[in-house]
């Protein structure tokens, strides 16, 4: 169950949801104020990206482009989201005139979001046809081919009166698509704070039936009411190894991420901001970078306070040892389809033997999780190590690793490294 009053802001309300822990109160707010001294129109656009970039992260998020199509140049987009092998193409309408009766604008709106649908699905035609080079909230360019992602469009309105209880219609375009508004994305950023997250939303509200304009935040709270109530999935907790344990948690928690107040969720961000902004080593590409920010922002949002608040509390450990003494702390995660590994790891220090001993480590668990499963072929292990800095100037150094495919090691390199971690350097 659920019901919204309405603010004196007619921009804004606040929603009651139903729980089983009580009545849930969550406040919608207006969307982002447009920047100052833009058009409407590229103002909206620029919004949109701000939110994305902001509470997700700009790297998953890429500006307009263009293409030649003969001697004119065609816009591509309205920006596009890549995550992983997902790619949603936005594109923003703002009614930049003041609106007109109710049922003229109705139509109005449904025309530009055909409109919209068209230009989204033209986009994926282009960069199935041609890769195009594009340019992140980082500024920097990677190629996009379009024939390496599962693609959905996105309608994105900015209107400040929409109808009551508009819905868009468009003929199939082939593609998963969505209608929104303004503030319905930015209440999608904002209580997810993933950009992995919105990009899964977004395709599981494609699936379902339309809702009207402005109703998103409704629809939410519905999915993740069905999420609360599911019960967690049947799991081989061996395929980590011994003394494995099951975590569930909802795809959409009820509670905006970070609202516990702690800050602890910023940890997780403050490692991705670290391997974004690092040097790449000379066999790595942007692409394999936005490859590794991918996978750890799969980390399901409903766990990464605890997730957070545990690795200050092993970086803590790890440095209350006797002098010239080391000590590791790790946690593992090992996701549902027994695909990606996710390692995070604290150590006393940084030096060549302790890169050295973390490579072996993930090297191994890569290799038992990969015959475990006999998906080897399939498997990414991707693994993040934190070491104190005592500069001051910042309070961990991030050494990131990543393994994918079929192990490399020989049986040699599994039995020595298996007896390393059994005795010299076993894990605290």
């Not at 068209?118 to 024939?147: E, F, H, I, Y």
């Not at 104190?388 to 050494?399: A, C, F, I, L, V």
């Amino acid at each position: 169950m659920w019901r919204f009053i309405q603010d004196n802001d007619p921009s804004a309300f606040t929603l009651i949801v139903d729980t089983a822990n009580g009545p849930y109160m969550r406040r919608i707010p207006p969307a982002l104020p447009l920047p100052s001294g833009v058009e409407h129109g590229p103002g909206a656009e620029a919004a949109a990206h701000e939110a994305a970039a902001t509470w997700g992260m700009p790297d998953f998020v890429f500006q307009p482009a263009y293409a030649r199509k003969g001697s004119a140049r065609r816009e591509l987009s309205d920006g596009l989201l890549l995550s992983g092998r997902r790619g949603a193409v936005i594109q923003v309408k703002a009614r930049t005139i003041q609106p007109k009766e109710a049922d003229r604008e109705v139509s109005w709106i449904r025309k530009v979001a055909a409109k919209a649908m068209s230009q989204a699905k033209g986009t994926v035609r282009q960069l199935r046809l041609l890769p195009a080079d594009m340019v992140n909230g980082r500024g920097r360019t990677l190629s996009v081919d379009g024939n390496a992602f599962e693609w959905m469009a996105v309608f994105l309105l900015d209107h400040e009166h929409v109808p009551d209880g508009t819905i868009c219609s468009w003929e199939p375009i082939g593609i998963p698509s969505v209608a929104l508004t303004r503030r319905d994305w930015d209440f999608l950023f904002d209580q997810l704070r993933s950009t992995t997250a919105v990009i899964g939303y977004l395709f599981r509200a494609a699936a379902e039936p339309p809702v009207a304009l402005g109703d998103e935040p409704v629809r939410y709270y519905e999915l993740a009411a069905v999420d609360a109530d599911t019960p967690p999935a049947v799991i081989d907790t061996e395929l980590v190894g011994p003394g494995g344990r099951l975590f569930s948690a909802p795809q959409l928690p009820q509670t905006p991420v970070g609202a516990a107040g702690t800050q602890a969720h910023l940890v997780l961000r403050m490692v991705l901001e670290d391997i974004t902004t690092s040097p790449l080593p000379d066999n790595a590409d942007e692409a394999d970078r936005l490859d590794v920010l991918s996978l750890l922002d799969q980390l399901p949002v409903g766990v990464r306070e605890e997730w957070g608040q545990l690795l200050l509390e092993m970086l803590h450990d790890v440095t209350h040892v006797p002098d010239d003494n080391l000590k590791w702390r790790f946690r593992r995660q090992l996701n549902a389809d027994a695909t990606r590994q996710t390692v995070y790891a604290c150590a006393t220090r940084f030096d060549e033997h302790v890169q050295a001993a973390f490579g072996s480590y993930v090297q191994l668990r890569h290799h038992e999780v990969a015959a475990r499963t006999g998906r080897g072929d399939e498997l990414i292990t991707v693994a993040v190590m934190l070491t104190p800095n005592y500069s001051g100037k910042r309070p961990w150094d991030t050494t990131m690793f990543r393994v994918f495919g079929a192990s490399q090691l020989t049986d040699e390199e599994v039995a020595q490294f298996s007896e390393l971690w059994k005795h010299g350097l076993s894990p605290a």
